[in-house]
């Protein structure tokens, strides 16, 4: 592709190891203050719980505090897991961002637990865990509420979502598999293919192309859009950034032997021996990232996108200190020709 990309940032609030939930958030507001100044396009809060990596439980909350904090960039969920909420109170709290914060905010919706099935049944105790096929219904009562036009028929239709008229924040269905990028094609919603999982990326181009293919034009989106989530460490050498992803790769085989206790130090990354099978782990985790110096990183996402079909990617970066994750976002920035807003 000849034209720009078009960058984002995707934040998991990353916890380092030693440190407090506490100072990952205020890492994650000062992160977007950052950014904002670079020029990228929007600031997404990821979703997870009972995850020592990771403080990001309640996105709508710190979206509230990052939109606060900054100026132009949007700001929104990447994403809010429905299948634990009541589509009602997801519409009203995101209303209410959208008072606050016009023409700001973003609504990104997953359809996994975000958490193992014990949490996951937590979340919704006393009553009883949401089966996934209820995800589709709760995903129509969301646009419905957000809309304020359930249908008659509907038997909350005399519901109306507060407060008052607020700009409805933009929706887009996140995921790596084809049932979300379907359900996005045959609703009229942008779809955020999350490459950074990691699972079975090599379907990611058919499941892209298969949404746009499927895509039913809707009022606010009457063409199909793509965004596209990539690990990202860059650096000023490529030695370097090896060096600062290694603190990433560890803390992913950490998160799924259940070992994980922050995010390690390079130096720790380093000292790791790893178990049978560990390193072909991290080995094949790191092959979908992109990690580099400038150029290199650069080259790297233009062939995603060309891979995916669309400019608009949104970059993950997990590092141990802050200062290398700002510095990785103003290289890319700037490799990029991101233009800061005025």
């Known amino acids: 592709m000849s034209q720009k990309l078009e960058l984002s940032v995707v934040d998991q609030s990353p916890v380092r190891a030693g440190e407090s939930a506490g100072q990952a958030l205020r890492d994650t507001i000062a992160l977007a203050v950052e950014v904002e100044k670079l020029g990228y396009q929007r600031y997404w809060l990821a979703e997870h719980h009972s995850l020592p990596n990771f403080a990001g439980t309640s996105p709508e909350i710190l979206i509230g505090q990052v939109a606060a904090h900054t100026k132009t960039i949007r700001v929104g969920s990447g994403g809010v897991m429905l299948s634990h909420y009541s589509a009602l109170k997801v519409a009203e709290n995101f209303r209410m961002l959208g008072a606050l914060y016009p023409g700001r905010i973003d609504l990104g919706i997953g359809r996994a637990p975000g958490s193992d099935q014990v949490t996951a049944a937590a979340l919704t ?165 992109v990690d580099g110096e400038p150029q290199q990183v650069k080259q790297g996402l233009e062939e995603i996108a060309e891979m995916y079909q669309t400019l608009d990617l949104s970059i993950v970066t997990i590092t141990h200190a802050l200062s290398d994750r700002v510095h990785s976002y103003e290289l890319l920035a700037d490799a990029c020709g991101l233009t800061p807003p005025e």
Not at 172 to 195: D, I, V
Not at 239 to 264: K, Q
Not at 267 to 287: I, M, P, R, S
């Open 125 to 289: 105790f006393p009553g009883q865990p949401r089966e996934i096929r209820h995800f589709p219904r709760q995903v129509v009562d969301l646009l419905g509420f957000l809309n304020n036009d359930l249908e008659e028929s509907h038997f909350f239709s005399g519901i109306s979502a507060g407060p008052g008229e607020p700009e409805v924040p933009d929706v887009w269905l996140l995921g790596s598999r084809y049932e979300s990028a379907n359900m996005a094609a045959q609703l009229g919603l942008p779809f955020a293919y999350a490459h950074f999982f990691g699972i079975n990326v090599e379907e990611g181009p058919a499941i892209v192309a298969n949404y746009k293919q499927n895509y039913r034009p809707s009022e606010h989106f009457p063409e199909p859009k793509i965004n596209v989530g990539v690990h990202v460490v860059c650096a000023e050498t490529e030695e370097e950034a090896m060096r600062l992803s290694a603190s990433r790769n560890l803390s992913r085989l950490f998160n799924i032997t259940g070992r994980a206790n922050g995010i390690p130090s390079p130096e720790d990354a380093a000292k790791y021996v790893f178990q049978a099978g560990e390193e072909a782990f991290v080995n094949q985790y790191q092959a979908v990232c």
